[in-house]
């Protein structure tokens, strides 16, 4: 089966710089693609960018700031997306959740003024 690559040579491949934690990533079509999905699932949209290896990576999900802007650059250049999925990867959901998590154990409860 041949499956497209892009040609990174080219100077017009669509290409964004990314700050995240540890310095920049570049991205482009080779290494990001975009993942939403319908209805209550769509807590779990993300784009997940590659690292540099085939085995590592990194999720950016939709509630991070920045998503809709990113997500919006890889639509108008083509990037690889899956859309409207009905159901969603396990590994998606684990990484939402440890993400989730972490984030639940920086929490240090309802301020007294709110109850």
């Not at 108008?76 to 009905?86: G, S």
Request: glycine share 10%.
């Amino acid at each position: 089966m041949e499956q497209w690559q892009p040609n990174l040579d080219n100077e017009n491949e669509p290409r964004a710089h990314l700050n995240i934690p540890g310095g920049e990533k570049e991205i482009h079509r080779g290494n990001a693609r975009l993942y939403t999905h319908l209805g209550r699932l769509a807590i779990y949209d993300h784009a997940f960018i590659s690292g540099d290896d085939y085995n590592s990576g990194f999720y950016i999900f939709n509630f991070v700031g920045g998503y809709d802007e990113l997500k919006a650059f890889m639509l108008r250049n083509d990037f690889p997306a899956y859309l409207n999925q009905t159901e969603v990867a396990q590994g998606d959901i684990d990484a939402y959740d440890r993400i989730i998590q972490k984030d639940m154990g920086d929490f240090d409860g309802v301020p007294e003024d709110w109850l």
